[in-house]
Nanobody, 119 residues
């Protein structure tokens, strides 16, 4: 059974940076598209970024383009989200997930890590 464990969240002032990590076990990591999502208080979970197994295809939600960078290390079974120029509206619980090659849905999730950006 796949397990995803996020880390790196915390409290930061606006304009600051955080780097999230997500370690994946129990699955052949390099075969899977990985994604980051977030859920702010009172809002639905939203897509943030995704990266293919080779890193050759990357996409972001418009609100984070130019500020966030997703990357992966297939040797360490880890996906990262570097978040720069953080804004209070980036405050959320951030989740990593793996995408099923069968359904195309993100079907395995970590427990989430809280990021809080103060103004």
């Amino acid at each position: 059974q796949v397990q995803l464990v996020e880390s790196g969240g915390g409290l930061v002032q606006a304009g600051g940076s955080l780097r999230l990590s997500c370690v994946v076990s129990g699955r052949t990591f390099r075969n899977y598209v990985m994604g980051w999502f977030r859920q702010a208080p009172g809002k639905e979970r939203e897509f943030v970024a995704r990266i293919t197994w080779s890193g050759g295809m990357i996409s972001y939600v418009d609100s984070v383009k130019g500020r966030f960078t997703i990357s992966r290390d297939n040797v360490k079974n880890t996906v990262y989200l570097q978040m720069n120029s953080l804004k209070p509206e980036d405050t959320a619980v951030y989740y990593c997930a793996t995408q099923s090659s069968v359904t195309g849905r993100f079907d395995s999730w970590g427990q989430g890590t809280q990021d809080t950006v103060s103004s």
